[in-house]
């Protein structure tokens, strides 16, 4: 019973937890793609670097609070810097759209050129951040790291497998679900999530009807770019900062809003869980887990891996191949903002 107990927090300490707060950073940043292919109708290539863009004024901000000895004590000072992050980032997406996308909208044009301009736009943003915070790994993570430690946990529980919790992981799930009810409140609760949502459904319906398109339009990129900063926020913070791994992550995080459904803000948050889950759990080494859980003295020679950490971005790419090949339409199919 004593190596089941153990084998089990063995798996939680490095699969379920970090699957769980990885899920909650992919659900955040595919609900932002999602949302703006619901309602915009496009596939913004652009997104993860709207992530590192927004992440960027955090972390400025954040160093200025600290360089003035403003902090939150046990809690990250960047959540003070998130707000300044947030807004930096809607009035960047916001110019854009007025100096890009409006263009396109007003000739109607296809959704492929659309998604050429958001490659346009991705390779813009991503030469600003490497410009003004530099291409290598900024960590801005300050206060308590720990809300359990494995030492603590063993010396509770007696086991020889200890659990650790980290503040930045806690903080993720907890986030996570607080924006998603806000954002499902303010899509189905308030006059212009209801807008929006009538948009998305029918668009020449929706402009009968009085709803003012450049409204919808202006909320919708708010929305994305506080998703994104929020996202990419709580990214920085359980691993590290670097522009290049916001541009990678864009791959889970399509997959993400692939695999729930493209429109369908619970496929994404649900996608998310999934692409997360799946990363972690191909790319852990099983070896001390089937130890504990096998015969008596009988260990793996090897890892027991199925795929080194450095694939971990081929497993999205795989699930990816996999749904649009059987399942194009995703889990939700049917389903729209």
Same mark, same amino acid.
């Given at each position: 019973?004593?190596?089941?107990?153990?084998?089990?927090?063995?798996?939680?300490?490095?699969?379920?937890?970090?699957?769980?707060?990885?899920?909650?950073? %992919?659900?955040?940043?595919?609900?932002?793609?999602?949302?703006?292919?619901?309602?915009?109708?496009?596939?913004?290539?652009?997104? =993860?670097?709207?992530?590192?863009?927004?992440?960027?004024? +955090?972390?400025?901000?954040?160093?200025?609070?600290?360089?003035?000895?403003?902090?939150?004590?046990? %809690?990250?000072?960047?959540?003070?810097?998130?707000?300044?992050?947030?807004?930096?980032?809607?009035?960047?997406?916001?110019?854009?759209?007025?100096?890009?996308?409006?263009?396109?909208?007003?000739?109607?044009?296809?959704?492929?050129?659309?998604?050429?301009?958001?490659?346009?736009?991705?390779? !813009?943003?991503?030469?600003?951040?490497?410009?003004?915070?530099?291409?290598?790994?900024?960590?801005?993570?300050?206060?308590?790291?720990?809300?359990?430690?494995?030492?603590?946990?063993?010396?509770?529980?007696?086991? &020889?497998?200890?659990? &650790?919790?980290?503040?930045?992981?806690?903080?993720?799930?907890?986030?996570? /679900?607080?924006?998603?009810?806000?954002?499902?409140?303010?899509?189905?609760?308030?006059?212009?999530?209801?807008?929006?949502?009538?948009?998305?459904?029918?668009?020449?319906?929706?402009?009968?009807?009085?709803?003012?398109?450049?409204? /919808?339009?202006? /909320?919708?990129?708010?929305?994305?770019? +506080?998703?994104?900063?929020?996202?990419?926020?709580?990214?920085?913070?359980?691993?590290?900062?670097?522009?290049?791994?916001?541009?990678?992550?864009?791959?889970?995080?399509?997959?993400?809003?692939?695999?729930?459904?493209? =429109? &369908?803000? +619970?496929?994404?948050?649900?996608?998310?869980? +999934?692409?997360?889950?799946?990363?972690?759990?191909?790319?852990?080494?099983?070896?001390?887990?089937?130890?504990?859980?096998?015969?008596?003295?009988?260990?793996?020679?090897? %890892?027991?891996?199925?795929?080194?950490?450095?694939?971990?971005?081929?497993?999205?790419?795989?699930?990816?191949?996999? !749904?649009?090949?059987?399942?194009?339409?995703?889990?939700?199919?049917?389903?729209?903002?």
């Amino acid at each position: 019973m004593t190596d089941i107990l153990n084998a089990f927090i063995l798996l939680s300490n490095f699969v379920l937890i970090p699957a769980i707060a990885y899920g909650s950073q %992919l659900a955040l940043g595919a609900l932002g793609i999602t949302l703006i292919y619901g309602i915009l109708r496009f596939s913004n290539f652009a997104h =993860g670097d709207t992530m590192a863009f927004g992440t960027m004024f +955090v972390i400025l901000f954040t160093w200025w609070f600290q360089s003035m000895g403003i902090n939150l004590g046990p %809690l990250p000072t960047a959540l003070l810097a998130l707000p300044f992050g947030i807004a930096c980032c809607i009035g960047f997406v916001l110019i854009t759209d007025r100096t890009v996308y409006k263009f396109y909208r007003k000739q109607k044009a296809a959704p492929v050129i659309y998604v050429i301009a958001s490659v346009g736009v991705m390779f !813009v943003m991503n030469g600003l951040v490497r410009f003004v915070i530099g291409p290598n790994d900024q960590r801005f993570a300050d206060g308590e790291r720990f809300i359990i430690k494995a030492r603590e946990f063993k010396q509770m529980t007696g086991l &020889s497998e200890g659990m &650790s919790i980290k503040v930045s992981q806690g903080l993720t799930l907890v986030t996570a /679900v607080l924006v998603v009810i806000a954002l499902f409140w303010f899509l189905n609760k308030t006059r212009t999530g209801k807008s929006m949502r009538a948009y998305s459904d029918n668009e020449d319906l929706a402009l009968l009807s009085g709803i003012d398109p450049d409204k /919808v339009v202006r /909320v919708t990129w708010i929305l994305a770019a +506080v998703l994104a900063t929020i996202a990419g926020t709580l990214y920085g913070l359980d691993k590290s900062f670097k522009p290049f791994t916001y541009f990678q992550l864009l791959l889970p995080m399509f997959a993400a809003a692939i695999v729930g459904g493209l =429109g &369908s803000p +619970v496929g994404a948050i649900a996608g998310g869980f +999934v692409i997360a889950f799946s990363e972690i759990m191909i790319t852990y080494p099983y070896k001390k887990f089937i130890a504990y859980i096998g015969p008596d003295g009988w260990t793996p020679n090897g %890892l027991m891996q199925l795929l080194a950490t450095d694939y971990k971005f081929a497993v999205s790419f795989i699930i990816l191949l996999v !749904v649009l090949l059987f399942k194009p339409t995703g889990l939700f199919a049917g389903k729209s903002v």
